[in-house]
């Protein structure tokens, strides 16, 4: 059985959760989330936890056991704290501009991009070069700050290009003369 899976995930206060058959609600100050079950899991409100168990006997259930309890635990994370993601622009030129919903990035290409942002992500713009992703789903504002990297990744030479704050770009040595 899962380690991680057979945790009870507690319920902080304004955090409230509901089980439907198989569908989980979570609702809180930053929003409202749903979760599907796979099937031959079972989850359960214990004295203000949230406690998730096996009820087949099939291999593939209990591989999910983990992965459900994980999934439920960030989302009660997710509608009381929140999740953020920051991201780095570095490079001569390269700047970022909130428009609204739409985020204007400035990259050296001949032209901006132009990157609409999910409904459920907002975004901060500090300093022109730093952006700050937040939401309450914690895959969306990855997936988010993924696509928003891959605008243009960091190279290995210089470092230019849009990185994670907390990434750390192994820098390589450029050419060297033989003699």
């Given at each position: 059985m899962s380690r991680i899976g057979r945790l009870p995930i507690p319920i902080p206060d304004g955090v409230k959760v509901d089980i439907e058959g198989s569908l989980v609600k979570v609702g809180g100050s930053e929003g409202c989330l749903t979760h599907s079950l796979p099937a031959g899991i079972g989850v359960e409100l214990i004295e203000n936890k949230v406690v998730v168990?096996?009820?087949?006997?099939?291999?593939?259930?209990?591989?999910?056991?983990?992965?459900?309890?994980?999934?439920?635990?960030?989302?009660?994370?997710?509608?009381?704290?929140?999740?953020?993601?920051?991201?780095?622009?570095?490079?001569?030129?390269?700047?970022?501009?909130?428009?609204?919903?739409?985020?204007?990035?400035?990259?050296?290409?001949?032209?901006?991009?132009?990157?609409?942002l999910p409904e459920?992500?907002?975004?901060?713009?500090?300093?022109?070069?730093?952006?700050?992703?937040?939401?309450?789903?914690?895959?969306?504002?990855?997936?988010?700050a993924a696509i928003i990297r891959g605008f243009k990744k960091p190279e290995p030479y210089k470092g230019k290009g849009i990185k994670y704050t907390d990434e750390r770009i192994k820098k390589k040595i450029g050419k060297k003369g033989i003699k």
């Open positions: 168990s096996v009820k087949s006997t099939h291999k593939k259930s209990s591989a999910l056991l983990g992965l459900t309890r994980s999934l439920i635990a960030n989302m009660i994370t997710g509608v009381s704290k929140g999740f953020e993601k920051s991201i780095e622009l570095v490079g001569i030129g390269y700047r970022a501009e909130l428009k609204g919903k739409c985020l204007h990035l400035t990259l050296g290409y001949s032209h901006p991009i132009r990157f609409e459920d992500v907002t975004a901060r713009v500090e300093n022109r070069t730093n952006i700050t992703l937040g939401g309450a789903n914690k895959q969306t504002v990855g997936e988010t």
